[in-house]
């Protein structure tokens, strides 16, 4: 009798108890959009500059701590963008007090640069194009190939040739012509002067075809600086694009590090007020730690980044380039309507890599011929215009004249140079090792040509592949940005749920820290998918030959 009283009196009691706590749970989550949470306020990634001092708990938010009783909160902010556009994010720059002092004798923000230097990505595509080494390398390379061409062409003209050779002969010499029997005697000067040509008539094709094959160098140095100016806008927009990403990881390290900061101030005063242990305490200073620790690492990253691009730009590294696009935004350039098999095709058609290993190839084929000509005879016109005398100018002296059977006199004899007129035709025919030389080297240039045609087949080879990898690239990114902001946005609830839960007493302090990191992450996958579509539709450009300034700057499709 007495059990089944205690019964009847405590079973009613336990389930008032407890319905009255469901209702308490229920309650507060029910109200989870009105019931805010003390220490946050309505900041985000988009809005305001970011401020340093008394930091908001449980958001990457920007206003100060509110102070007040546990039941006075404001909602947590969702960062995914969703109120504009979700694939964006706009990046402020966070203020000189928000960073981390890595060194007292830098600045914070500065670190080793002199000063800022604001750039846009259509400053960066400019400066490249004019200040880029690689480029400016290519076109020396393309100066020189051309100067080759006038060189074979002018093969075909006449060579000239001028002598002048003064000389002083002193004693005697036997001559084999002449009726004197006696040595001939000298103590004079002795000048030998000519002017004449050779005209090349027939070298067995070597002028004609090295000409030919110095016109395929030529243009495939200028394939090869049309490439060489590709890859340079290339690389030029995906580095200003890391620079955009760096500096929006930055902001989002800035913020983790507030939020933190508001979760360690938080955990105290509810330490204070006897809701919250030591460990939780602890656990969100660790958290605190870890996010400096980040925010050390990115500032650092976003310098190394402007460094970088200055590198490339052949820029002074010593000033800090900061993007002056402040909004970090999906960018398409190839049309999603076009498909693998239209990009191929512009890829053949437009590659300059392809034309200029198909410019290569021709060229070694002509060397096969230019090494056969060795083998063959060649002929020359020649004519040539010698001056022999002693002076050049009329000089007479008088000199002893004999003549058969009469007594010998005295004359006067011109010591002037006077002219001496030949013409003729030179044919050559020369075998160098009885031929073998020539053979071999005609055989080498045969396997080079081999060479070289399959050295093209791998590079179309290569060319599809790079093709068919920046296609699938940029479906996947694309795909991934979706799948980002849906992160973003289940990761800025799930915060804002664990830190209701830790507010009213039904959560632990380690789900809050949990959810924080999961929101950091989300933000900054967020960021990286954007920079990583915008960098998959720059290689896509670039592997179909299509990319120039116009098209990196293009904000419509310029492949459709």
């Known amino acids: 009798m007495f059990r089944t009283l205690s019964l009847s009196v405590f079973l009613p009691v336990a389930l008032l108890v407890g319905f009255g706590n469901l209702l308490f749970v229920s309650s507060a989550l029910a109200q989870d959009?009105?019931?805010?949470?003390?220490?946050l306020n309505n900041g985000s990634l988009t809005k305001g500059p970011l401020t340093k001092?008394?930091?908001?708990?449980?958001?990457?938010?920007?206003?100060?701590?509110?102070?007040?009783?546990?039941?006075?909160?404001?909602?947590?902010?969702?960062?995914?963008?969703?109120?504009?556009?979700?694939?964006?994010?706009?990046?402020?720059?966070?203020?000189?007090s928000a960073l981390i002092s890595i060194d007292k004798k830098v600045d914070s923000a500065l670190l080793d640069a002199v000063s800022t230097v604001p750039m846009s990505l259509d400053d960066v595509v400019q400066s490249a194009v004019k200040n880029n080494l690689d480029i400016g390398i290519s076109s020396y390379s393309e100066r020189a190939r051309k100067a080759n061409?006038?060189?074979?062409?002018?093969?075909?003209?006449?060579?000239?040739?001028?002598?002048?050779?003064?000389?002083?002969?002193?004693?005697?010499?036997?001559?084999?012509?002449?009726?004197?029997l006696e040595p001939l005697s000298f103590n004079n000067p002795f000048i030998l002067t000519s002017a004449g040509f050779k005209y090349y008539g027939y070298r067995g094709g070597s002028v004609l075809f090295g000409a030919l094959q110095?016109?395929?160098?030529?243009?495939?140095?200028?394939?090869?600086?049309?490439?060489?100016?590709?890859?340079?806008?290339?690389?030029?927009?995906?580095?200003?694009?890391?620079?955009?990403?760096?500096?929006?990881?930055?902001?989002?390290?800035?913020?983790?590090?507030?939020?933190?900061?508001?979760?360690?101030?938080?955990n105290k005063d509810l330490k204070q007020g006897g809701l919250a242990t030591n460990l939780e305490v602890l656990q969100a200073e660790t958290q605190l730690s870890q996010d400096r620790q980040n925010l050390i690492d990115q500032q650092i990253a976003r310098r190394e980044a402007a460094i970088l691009l200055a590198e490339f730009l052949n820029a002074n590294q010593g000033l800090d380039i900061v993007p002056s696009d402040l909004l970090l935004q999906k960018i398409r350039i190839v049309s999603e309507q076009a498909n693998a098999a239209r990009l191929l095709q512009l890829a053949i058609d437009n590659r300059p890599e392809l034309k200029q290993y198909e410019e290569l190839r021709l060229a070694a084929k002509k060397q096969i011929v230019i090494n056969a000509a060795k083998l063959q005879p060649n002929f020359a016109f020649s004519g040539n215009v010698l001056g022999?005398?002693?002076?050049?100018?009329?000089?007479?002296?008088?000199?002893?004249?004999?003549?058969a059977g009469a007594a010998g006199g005295v004359g006067l004899r011109n010591r002037q140079i006077t002219a001496l007129y030949t013409l003729g035709v030179n044919v050559n025919w020369n075998f160098e090792g009885l031929g073998a030389v020539d053979l071999a080297n005609t055989y080498a240039a045969k396997m080079t040509a081999r060479q070289a045609g399959l050295q093209q087949q791998q590079v179309l080879n290569k060319v599809t592949s790079e093709v068919r990898r920046s296609y699938l690239q940029s479906l996947k990114t694309d795909r991934k940005i979706e799948e980002a902001v849906a992160q973003v946005r289940s990761a800025n609830e799930e915060l804002r749920l664990a830190q209701l839960r830790f507010q009213n007493g039904v959560g632990r302090n380690i789900d809050v820290l949990k959810a924080q990191q999961d929101y950091t992450s989300s933000l900054i996958e967020k960021a990286r998918a954007i920079v990583n579509?915008?960098?998959?539709?720059?290689?896509?450009?670039?592997?179909?030959?299509?990319i120039s300034s116009a098209t990196v700057l293009s904000r419509t499709p310029a492949i459709r």
């Open 533 to 546: 579509f915008n960098n998959a539709q720059i290689d896509l450009l670039h592997d179909t030959g299509l």
């Open 149 to 180: 061409l006038v060189s074979s062409m002018g093969k075909f003209l006449p060579d000239i040739a001028l002598s002048y050779q003064w000389n002083y002969l002193k004693g005697k010499a036997n001559v084999p012509f002449g009726q004197s």
């Open 214 to 266: 110095n016109r395929n160098n030529y243009r495939a140095a200028r394939h090869s600086k049309h490439a060489t100016v590709s890859d340079t806008l290339q690389t030029a927009a995906k580095r200003y694009y890391d620079l955009l990403l760096q500096e929006a990881l930055l902001q989002i390290r800035v913020k983790a590090v507030e939020t933190s900061e508001g979760q360690l101030s938080l």
């Open 388 to 403: 022999i005398g002693e002076t050049l100018s009329k000089q007479y002296e008088l000199a002893p004249i004999t003549l």
């Open 33 to 39: 959009q009105n019931l805010p949470l003390r220490g």
């Open 53 to 96: 001092g008394p930091v908001t708990n449980g958001s990457l938010t920007n206003g100060p701590l509110v102070k007040g009783p546990l039941d006075e909160v404001v909602p947590v902010d969702d960062l995914s963008g969703s109120d504009v556009d979700p694939q964006r994010i706009q990046i402020v720059r966070p203020p000189l």
